[in-house]
């Protein structure tokens, strides 16, 4: 069974950097598009960047320019740099992986962004 696990998520001032890892069990990483979704209470999840295994990138609008996703198939880890933090920011940083016409999550990392 494929996991994922986020981690490098905590609190930071608006306009400070934080980068989140996401590290997956599987070495057929490299071959499958992953994303990075975040959730913040009382709203829907929303997708905040994607990555196919060719190494395409799209990001919400909301983002460009400010996040970075990338991905190291050596280590079979996605990372998601993001500077220039916000408030609206803030919330739960899931990432994914599309595995055989399913989709697997992670267990999610916090993000706060004081102002």
């Known amino acids: 069974q494929v996991q994922l696990v986020e981690s490098g998520g905590g609190w930071v001032q608006a306009g400070g950097s934080l980068r989140l890892s996401c590290a997956a069990s599987?070495?057929?990483?490299?071959?499958?598009?992953m994303g990075w979704y975040r959730q913040a209470p009382g709203k829907q999840r929303e997708l905040v960047a994607h990555?196919?295994?060719?190494?395409?990138?799209t990001y919400a609008d909301s983002v460009k320019g400010r996040f970075t996703i990338s991905r190291d198939n050596a280590k079979n880890t996605l990372y998601l740099q993001m500077t220039s933090l916000k408030p609206e920011d803030a919330g739960v940083y899931y990432c994914s992986l599309d595995w055989f016409g399913s989709t697997v999550w992670g267990q999610g990392t916090q993000v706060t962004v004081s102002s």
């Open positions: 990555i196919t295994g060719g190494g395409g990138t």
């Open positions: 599987t070495k057929i990483f490299s071959f499958k598009s």
